[in-house]
């Protein structure tokens, strides 16, 4: 999607959210060039603040190809907030509903329009202790396999310290002012896997090659060294923030779920 084709409704969200976002953090991008300059593609990110979804839109904006994100139904229907969910194009998902496998059709069809759609493939933010990718789930797998179109791996550090993921104090940390660093990285490969029965195993392999290519590039960013062992999420009633463990990064990883809380 060009500039061109951009929009009224994201160049408005553009014109109320880039100078806030510009107050808060200097910015620390790279890796433009790897982001198409036209075609369908996946961008899968890391999740570790509310403000993710902000900071990142902020960066791919100026690259000229604007994404479009899976997302809780329930925003959709949030007053300001679903009015611009709603005309700038986000992909609701339903979450425990027989509509839930609708959201990778609707992403799927976007790719092949040659729009870009935006993964976290954890699903939701990340309850690593030390903020790193948790195990991933398998919707950004799924569709990357059916759709064919390159996936690009971006890495975010830096709105957490504004915005601290589950926070037990609500509160937003302007001051000293921080840096936020999002690095997008080459496609990663799959050509080895498009003519294979895209079964658990399949997805599975897919997903950790997605998790591995998102944890080196924020490696990267931080300067250290990841745990050896993905951090796996458990929910409790499928809601709270639940509990969770270390585990081997091939652990099985449920075939569904690709949206951010």
């Known amino acids: 999607m060009s500039r061109r084709r ?8 553009a014109f109320i959210v880039k ?3 510009t ?15 036209d075609g369908g593609f996946l ?6 603040s509310y403000l993710d979804p902000l900071s990142y839109a902020h960066f791919q904006y100026n690259t000229g190809r604007v994404p479009r994100f899976l997302a809780k139904e329930a925003l959709f229907k949030k007053g300001l907030v679903g009015t611009f969910m709603r005309n700038t194009g986000q992909i609701p998902v339903y979450r425990e509903s027989s509509d839930a496998a609708g959201a990778f059709r609707a992403a799927v ?17 990340t309850r690593d202790p030390d903020l790193w990718p948790m195990q991933g ?6 569709v990357a396999l059916l ?13 957490h310290e504004v915005m601290p993921p589950y926070a037990k104090e609500k509160r937003v940390r302007i001051f000293p002012r921080k840096t936020l660093t999002v690095v997008a990285g080459p496609p990663v490969d799959f050509s080895d896997l498009y003519d294979l029965e895209p079964n658990a195993e399949v997805l599975l392999a897919a997903t950790e090659r997605i998790m ?7 490696a990267e960013v931080r300067g250290e060294t990841p745990p050896a062992e993905r951090y796996v999420h458990r929910r409790r009633n499928g809601r709270s923030p639940g509990t969770g463990e270390r585990n081997e990064g091939t652990a099985a990883a449920p075939a569904h779920e690709g949206d951010s809380e």
């Open 212 to 218: 591995d290519a998102i944890t080196a590039l924020l």
């Open 23 to 37: 107050t808060l953090f200097s910015r620390d991008w790279r890796g433009m060039e790897n982001i198409p300059a």
């Open 6 to 13: 951009i929009g009224f409704w994201y160049r408005f969200a």
């Open 137 to 142: 789930k398998t919707g950004a797998a799924r």
């Open 19 to 21: 100078p806030v976002l």
């Open 147 to 159: 759709s064919r179109a390159p996936v690009i791996p971006v890495a975010q550090w830096g709105a």
């Open 43 to 48: 961008t899968v990110v890391n999740h570790n």
């Open 109 to 125: 069809e976007a790719v092949r329009r040659g729009e870009c759609v935006a993964f976290y493939p954890e699903a939701t933010l």
